[in-house]
């Protein structure tokens, strides 16, 4: 059995099928997911109203009776937690850079921040494991002891680096959509707070209207809402607000709110100076990427347009030169 098992592992036109077969898979599950999702924005902005409701009645209980702890997220798997609390990953994995980035992309709660830690041993060791048996027990290329043992701390490292990696990902298209909706979404907060609305009012007027552009933005906005109802103090939570999305441009307007606040300046004029700021900057990305084509054509064009175009014209005159001969 384990003899056929390495037969199959070596054979190229086995492995050459596997990988036909998990790329169909890939292809069917890309185009069969977006037709089973629902809507999404729903989903979300019901779950953070709910959570709101729960933030109030978890203030209001704590008032009643003093010392009491609340918990307002799901709880994380338990043999998760089991591991993470066994080899204590939260004292020399769960830095605050971590918990800011899982908050950037969109992760809170301790079931979040709890299966990060999991995945980032988990991953590692599963890679190292495997890479171990393939290259020690199914395949050795060829190659000398030393070279597989660095194969295999090669899997380790990019285990390690895996979640780094994901996270990041996660937070480049968040704030991606984030900043392609903002400018939009501080015209409207000019217009609701121009109208006589309170900020909070606006915060949460301007996340039910924005999220057909930025999901993402609209639970942002919406969760600004619910921590300046229970917060103590307002301006953490525009601090937070720019802590979570992590945009220039957001981090200006918590100034501006902080300021207003503390201070009494007009809102609206440093609101409509701001937005107008953000069209700047988003026109300004848009012609950096069409400044950036040029160079990027190059390439493709040099091996797949320039052949073609040769061959197109050179054909012809071959033809009538060894017609000729």
Not at 289 to 301: F, S
């Amino acid at each position: 059995m384990l003899s056929l098992i390495i037969t199959k592992a070596t054979d190229p036109q086995f492995l050459l099928a596997l990988l036909a077969a998990v790329a169909a898979a890939a292809t069917v599950l890309t185009i069969a997911i977006p037709l089973t999702e629902g809507n999404s924005l729903q989903k979300r902005m019901k779950n953070v109203a709910t959570e709101r409701d729960k933030i109030r009645a978890r203030e209001r209980e704590r008032l009643n009776r003093q010392g009491e702890k609340v918990s307002l997220r799901q709880e994380p798997k338990a043999y998760m937690r089991r591991i993470v609390e066994q080899f204590k990953l939260g004292d020399w994995l769960g830095t605050e850079t971590a918990k800011r980035q899982l908050s950037m992309a969109g992760y809170r709660g301790p079931q979040a921040e709890i299966g990060f830690l999991f995945f980032r041993l988990a991953v590692p060791v599963g890679l190292f494991l495997f890479t171990l048996l393939y290259v020690f027990v199914l395949n050795d290329f060829g190659q000398p002891f030393m070279i597989r043992c660095g194969i295999a701390i090669a899997a380790a490292y990019l285990g390690i680096k895996a979640p780094e990696l994901f996270l990041s990902n996660q937070i480049g298209k968040r704030q991606a959509s984030m900043r392609q909706a903002f400018p939009d979404a501080l015209d409207l907060l000019l217009i609701c707070v121009e109208s006589g609305m309170s900020i909070e009012h606006a915060f949460r007027k301007v996340s039910t209207e924005i999220g057909s552009q930025s999901v993402a933005l609209a639970e942002e906005f919406a969760l600004c809402t619910a921590e300046l109802s229970y917060l103590a103090e307002r301006r953490l939570a525009y601090e937070n607000l720019a802590l979570r999305t992590g945009l220039e441009g957001v981090k200006s307007v918590s100034t501006a709110l902080i300021q207003a606040e503390r201070y009494g300046t007009p809102l609206g004029t440093a609101l409509r100076t701001l937005a107008q700021e953000s069209r700047d900057q988003r026109m300004n990305l848009a012609e950096k990427k069409a400044a950036a084509l040029p160079p990027k054509l190059t390439v493709p064009m040099i091996l797949f347009f320039l052949p073609v175009l040769f061959v197109i014209i050179m054909t012809p005159a071959l033809v009538q030169v060894f017609k000729w001969q």
